[in-house]
C-alpha cells in the first residue's frame, strides 16, 4: 500500500470509526436503537465516504501517479568516448520513440490529437491591461480560453497551408520563429513540422544583431514574428538578403510594418491562417533524420562567441550556462524524445563558432 492509497483508506474509513463510537452507547439501551442506529451508521458511511472520497479526487485526484519503487528511476550508460547517457532503470535499451509509430514531432503531435479529441489541449488569456509598476511591466489577465485537441490541429493545418500558400514554403526550408512561447508560437511551430519544415528558434532576449545572425546563417526566408518584436527585425531587416516572408503574432502597428524593405512581403497570423483554411494543402510529414529545430539561445546582444564544438545532450546542459549564444541542431527523432522526457543519445548536436564566417553543418561545414 502506498501513500495515496493509504490517505484514501483513512479518508473512507475515519467517518465509519466515528459513527461506529457513537452508536455504541445507544446500542447497549436499546435494540431498537441499535437498529436505527446502525442504518444510521450505513447512510453516514455512505455519505461521509462520498464527501470525503470526492475531496480526495478533487485534491489529488489528477496528479500523475507513480507507484513506489526501490533504486533509482534512472540510470546511466557510459559510452566509449565517456559521454554519459541516462534512460530509464527499467529500460534495458534506449528508448528510440514514446509510442509505437511515433517516430517525429509530427507523429507525436498527431498520436495526441487522435488520443485526446475533444480534451482541452492548450489555454491563453488576453491582456485586459498594462502598466508599468516599479520598471517592469504589469499585466491584469482575462480568464483562460480553451481550445481543443482538434481546434488545435486545425489552426495548425491551416497555418501551415497559409504558408505554403503565402511564402511557397516547402520540404526542407527553414522558418524562424522570434517570439515569446505562448500558443502561437507552438501552432507556428507545428505548422512547419508538418510540412518538414526545421524551425529555426530566436529567442526574444536577443536583440537585432542575434536576429540578424541567425537568420544569414540558417538562410531563412520566412521570420515569423511577434508584434512587439518587429521593430528589432525592421532594424535588420535590409541586412538580411534571403528574408522575403514576414508573419507577425499579436498586435501590431502599420508604421512598423512600413519600415520593412521593399519586396518583403508581410501578414498576420491570423490572416495566414484564414487563406490556409480557404486553400487548404495536405501535410508533408518529415522523416525521423530530417532537422526538426536551430535553436538560438541566451540572453545576447551579438552573434555566438563561442568555440566550435559538438556536444551531446547530457553535455549541452552542462555547458549552457557558459556560453553566450548557442545554435542546437536537434533532428526529427531527437526533438519528440526530449519532449516525451526520453533520451536520445548523442542524437543532438550543437554548432557553435567564434565568427559568422565559419560554415554551419547545414551549409556543409563539420559539426
Known amino acids: 500500500m502506498d501513500a495515496r492509497d493509504l490517505q484514501l483508506f483513512l479518508l473512507l474509513f475515519v467517518p465509519t470509526l466515528l ?12 435494540a431498537s436503537i441499535a437498529s436505527r442506529t446502525y442504518a444510521t451508521f450505513m447512510m453516514g458511511y455512505m455519505v461521509g465516504g462520498g464527501v470525503c472520497l470526492g475531496i480526495y479526487k478533487a485534491l489529488a485526484g489528477n496528479r500523475p501517479y507513480y507507484p513506489r519503487r526501490k533504486g533509482p528511476y534512472s540510470v546511466y550508460d557510459t559510452k566509449a568516448d565517456g559521454t554519459l547517457v541516462w534512460r530509464n532503470a527499467d529500460a534495458t535499451d534506449m528508448m528510440e520513440t514514446p ?24 489555454g491563453e488569456r488576453d491582456v485586459l491591461q498594462s502598466e508599468m509598476v516599479g520598471g517592469f511591466e ?28 503565402f511564402a511557397s514554403l516547402k520540404p526542407k526550408d527553414r522558418v524562424v520563429i522570434y517570439a515569446d512561447t505562448k500558443m502561437d508560437w507552438q501552432i507556428a511551430a507545428q505548422a512547419a513540422f508538418s510540412q518538414n519544415c526545421s524551425v529555426v528558434t530566436i529567442y526574444a532576449t536577443l536583440g537585432p544583431e542575434g536576429v540578424e545572425h541567425g537568420i544569414n546563417q540558417t538562410q531563412a526566408t520566412v521570420v515569423i514574428c511577434d508584434g512587439k518584436l518587429l521593430k528589432n527585425l525592421t532594424a535588420i531587416a535590409k541586412n538580411c538578403p534571403t528574408l522575403k516572408y514576414v508573419v507577425t503574432m499579436g498586435e501590431v502597428s502599420q508604421d512598423a510594418i512600413a519600415k520593412l524593405p521593399s519586396g518583403t512581403a508581410h501578414e498576420k497570423l491570423s490572416d495566414i491562417g484564414a487563406r490556409g483554411a480557404r486553400k487548404p494543402c495536405k501535410p508533408c510529414p518529415p522523416a525521423p533524420t530530417d532537422t526538426a529545430i536551430i535553436m538560438y539561445t541566451s540572453g545576447t546582444t551579438g552573434a555566438p562567441k563561442v568555440r566550435r564544438c559538438r556536444l551531446t ?34 542524437t543532438p548536436r550543437v554548432w557553435c563558432c567564434r565568427t559568422p564566417t565559419c560554415a554551419p553543418p547545414w551549409q556543409g561545414g563539420a559539426g
Open 19 to 30: 459513527y461506529g463510537i457513537l452508536a455504541l452507547p445507544c446500542s447497549r439501551r436499546d
Open 99 to 122: 509510442f509505437a509509430g511515433c517516430n517525429t514531432v509530427y507523429d507525436v503531435f498527431e498520436y495526441a490529437i487522435a488520443k485526446n479529441g475533444n480534451h482541452r489541449a492548450m
Open 138 to 165: 504589469k499585466l491584469t489577465l482575462s480568464e483562460y480560453k480553451w481550445n481543443t485537441f482538434n481546434e488545435v490541429q486545425a489552426r495548425v493545418s491551416n497555418v501551415a497551408s497559409g504558408l505554403v500558400d
Open 313 to 346: 545532450a547530457v553535455k549541452l546542459v552542462l555547458k549552457l550556462p557558459l556560453v553566450s549564444a548557442v545554435e542546437t541542431v536537434i533532428s526529427q527523432n531527437c526533438f519528440q524524445n526530449l519532449l516525451s522526457k526520453s533520451t536520445c543519445g548523442a
